[in-house]
């Protein structure tokens, strides 16, 4: 069998989760036994998210084989449990850099280059790319439609829908249907422009999801049908809903796989199985306790930039039957105010990945206060260091303990990471190479120290994480630090690097140099997050 596509597509506004539709879409086609892989394609010109602001783009999901994603990435990842890859996300940056490249080669034999067919033949590549293996590959379109940038991508998935045909190909537009308050009625008519739009490139729908506070009334349906030139069935609605993993329940209530598999003339009257959701559902409404962590960064004005670790955390309190309740604590209020004051309310702290000066000095007052108060701690990546710094400066008295990130120091108790092992290559960096692509990123192993309580917590000897970091722990201190209290129960395979740290005299105290958050998923909570609230809970 070869791949079915089915594209994604936005209008009227951003942000109506398409992200979300693409994943559920795919969580319902594996459910059905097919084989899903869901590609995102980014319009901007920056080659990979990696170098972005999270205060502007949101996290970067880093993938198992090393790639700097987009946060949609980690969506997939959640709903399908299909670890995404390198090839999963390609930007406008990215295709540009490869046809430059392949025009410095002469690779062209002296055509002139130009966004038709080169760019949007290097599109149709990204789109068709090891797709042998899949029954369907979903392709989401960033941005909405009329964008400057997306014009190349529709411009190549609508020659993909010419040359593949319906039997081949299915585009998916999702639209906002706004519910006007003074006339009590939801109204049609952006999405009605918004197919307009879509159509001026060539492009006709074949599904409608339609985004609204509110359910799709049948009248409004069949008008959009209508209008649209869908099938009455074609138009799904998707209203707001209380927790995001009840997407794919609702999909699947609208007939969204149904219509898919229709399309694609493949069986559709026998409904997926879906308890498995239904269950994981009715439990996260249900909970019987609350618990709230302390989440203590620097961005905490825009919560997409902790995307992986807030839905780890939730995952955590399902698992627990719990409602994980998170306080966005800016790392800079740490610096005036006491601990006792700002964490009176909190169950548990943690602090997660970051990078440079500003707000450590607060995070590290945050983490001393856990630490001396016996207060849960969970310290991820920057977090594991700023935690390591401070039990340098306030167990072993070394004041001048700090990280080589912020410049020289009496004691580079975390250092830049200038050589390592991966896949057999040792890898080379310092100060002078790019910031673009060049962290220890991806899938590492761990090994785990025995009788430790992260070796308890795994019930593993061995783990693999993703890691996004360009510092590290330096060993040369493990002996002063353990000496004190302070265990290294997480190691590379080669002994070299530290993984996690964990303190002995306290209920929870863990930091990990790697990014669990990016593995947890609804259906498989992540271990440590799971421990992390049964602990907080206490
Ligand atoms: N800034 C730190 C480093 O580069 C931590 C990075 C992170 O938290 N992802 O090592």
């Not at 097919?34 to 998210?49: M, Q, S």
């Not at 492009?203 to 649209?228: N, T």
């Not at 969970?378 to 401070?390: D, L, N, Y």
């Given at each position: 069998?070869?791949?079915?596509?089915?594209?994604?597509?936005?209008?009227?506004?951003?942000?109506?989760?398409?992200?979300?539709?693409?994943?559920?879409?795919?969580?319902?086609?594996?459910?059905?036994?097919?084989?899903?892989?869901?590609?995102?394609?980014?319009?901007?010109?920056?080659?990979?998210?990696?170098?972005?602001?999270?205060?502007?783009?949101?996290?970067?999901?880093?993938?198992?084989?090393?790639?700097?994603?987009?946060?949609?990435?980690?969506?997939?990842?959640?709903?399908?449990?299909?670890?995404?890859?390198?090839?999963?996300?390609?930007?406008?940056?990215?295709?540009?850099?490869?046809?430059?490249?392949?025009?410095?080669?002469?690779?062209?034999?002296?055509?002139?280059?130009?966004?038709?067919?080169?760019?949007?033949?290097?599109?149709?590549?990204?789109?068709?790319?090891?797709?042998?293996?899949?029954?369907?590959?979903?392709?989401?379109?960033?941005?909405?439609?009329?964008?400057?940038?997306?014009?190349?991508?529709?411009?190549?998935?609508?020659?993909?829908?010419?040359?593949?045909?319906?039997?081949?190909?299915?585009?998916?537009?999702?639209?906002?249907?706004?519910?006007?308050?003074?006339?009590?009625?939801?109204?049609?008519?952006?999405?009605?422009?918004?197919?307009?739009?879509?159509?001026?490139?060539?492009?006709?729908?074949?599904?409608?999801?339609?985004?609204?506070?509110?359910?799709?009334?049948?009248?409004?349906?069949?008008?959009?049908?209508?209008?649209?030139?869908?099938?009455?069935?074609?138009?799904?609605?998707?209203?707001?809903?209380?927790?995001?993993?009840?997407?794919?329940?609702?999909?699947?209530?609208?007939?969204?796989?149904?219509?898919?598999?229709?399309?694609?003339?493949?069986?559709?009257?026998?409904?997926?199985?879906?308890?498995?959701?239904?269950?994981?559902?009715?439990?996260?409404?249900?909970?019987?306790?609350?618990?709230?962590?302390?989440?203590?960064?620097?961005?905490?004005?825009?919560?997409?930039?902790?995307?992986?670790?807030?839905?780890?955390?939730?995952?955590?309190?399902?698992?627990?039957?719990?409602?994980?309740?998170?306080?966005?604590?800016?790392a800079a209020l740490f610096e005036k105010e006491s601990g006792a004051s700002l964490?009176?309310?909190?169950?548990?702290?943690?602090?997660?990945?970051?990078?440079?000066?500003?707000?450590?000095?607060?995070?590290?007052?945050?983490?001393?206060?856990?630490?001396?108060?016996?207060?849960?701690?969970?310290?991820?990546?920057?977090?594991?260091?700023?935690?390591?710094?401070?039990?340098?400066?306030?167990?072993?008295?070394?004041?001048?303990?700090?990280?080589?990130?912020?410049?020289?120091?009496?004691?580079?108790?975390?250092?830049?990471?200038?050589?390592?092992?991966?896949?057999?290559?040792?890898?080379?960096?310092?100060?002078?190479?790019?910031?673009?692509?060049?962290?220890?990123?991806?899938?590492?192993?761990?090994?785990?120290?025995?009788?430790?309580?992260?070796?308890?917590?795994?019930?593993?000897?061995?783990?693999?994480?993703?890691?996004?970091?360009?510092?590290?722990?330096?060993?040369?201190?493990?002996?002063?630090?353990?000496?004190?209290?302070?265990?290294?129960?997480?190691l590379s395979p080669d002994g070299k690097l530290p993984e996690i740290v964990e303190?002995?005299?306290?209920?929870?105290?863990?930091?990990?140099?790697?990014?669990?958050?990016?593995?947890?998923?609804?259906?498989?909570?992540?271990?440590?997050?799971?421990?992390?609230?049964?602990?907080?809970?206490?």
């Open positions: 069998m070869t791949a079915r596509y089915i594209f994604v597509t936005g209008g009227v506004v951003s942000s109506l989760g398409k992200g979300i539709a693409a994943a559920s879409l795919g969580a319902l086609l594996l459910a059905h036994g097919y084989r899903v892989r869901i590609r995102k394609l980014d319009p901007y010109l920056n080659v990979d998210p990696g170098t972005m602001s999270p205060y502007q783009h949101g996290e970067v999901y880093v993938t198992d084989d090393g790639a700097e994603t987009d946060l949609d990435l980690g969506h997939y990842e959640r709903f399908t449990g299909v670890a995404g890859r390198r090839g999963d996300n390609i930007t406008t940056g990215k295709i540009y850099s490869e046809v430059i490249a392949r025009e410095r080669r002469g690779d062209y034999l002296g055509a002139t280059i130009q966004v038709i067919p080169h760019v949007t033949d290097a599109i149709k590549e990204f789109i068709t790319h090891d797709a042998g293996a899949h029954d369907f590959i979903i392709a989401e379109i960033g941005g909405t439609v009329g964008d400057i940038e997306g014009l190349p991508f529709l411009e190549a998935i609508r020659q993909l829908g010419h040359e593949l045909g319906n039997a081949g190909t299915l585009f998916v537009h999702l639209t906002y249907v706004p519910y006007i308050a003074a006339a009590g009625e939801l109204k049609t008519k952006p999405t009605q422009h918004s197919v307009k739009e879509l159509l001026s490139h060539g492009i006709q729908p074949g599904i409608l999801v339609c985004r609204s506070e509110k359910d799709l009334p049948a009248d409004a349906r069949a008008k959009i049908a209508l209008f649209c030139n869908i099938r009455r069935e074609g138009v799904i609605g998707a209203r707001d809903l209380q927790t995001i993993y009840a997407a794919p329940l609702v999909f699947q209530e609208q007939g969204f796989d149904r219509e898919v598999l229709r399309h694609f003339g493949l069986p559709h009257e026998k409904p997926a199985d879906m308890t498995r959701w239904q269950n994981l559902v009715s439990r996260q409404l249900s909970h019987k306790r609350t618990v709230t962590v302390g989440i203590v960064g620097k961005y905490t004005s825009m919560v997409d930039s902790y995307k992986s670790l807030a839905e780890a955390l939730t995952h955590a309190g399902i698992e627990n039957e719990a409602d994980v309740k998170l306080k966005w604590i800016d964490l009176q309310n909190v169950d548990a702290v943690l602090v997660p990945g970051g990078f440079g000066e500003r707000g450590t000095q607060g995070k590290i007052n945050a983490i001393r206060y856990a630490r001396e108060n016996k207060i849960p701690y969970f310290g991820i990546c920057f977090g594991m260091q700023m935690a390591v710094i401070e039990f340098a400066r306030h167990v072993l008295g070394l004041e001048g303990a700090s990280s080589t990130e912020f410049g020289p120091c009496a004691h580079q108790l975390i250092g830049l990471l200038t050589e390592w092992e991966r896949a057999g290559k040792r890898e080379y960096r310092n100060r002078q190479s790019d910031l673009g692509g060049t962290m220890r990123l991806g899938a590492y192993q761990a090994q785990l120290v025995a009788g430790s309580k992260v070796r308890a917590i795994y019930d593993a000897e061995v783990i693999s994480e993703r890691h996004r970091h360009r510092y590290e722990v330096n060993a040369a201190y493990r002996g002063q630090l353990e000496a004190a209290g302070l265990l290294f129960s997480g303190l002995k005299d306290h209920p929870w105290f863990i930091g990990v140099q790697f990014h669990p958050e990016l593995k947890s998923k609804p259906l498989v909570p992540h271990p440590l997050f799971v421990s992390f609230i049964k602990a907080a809970l206490r």
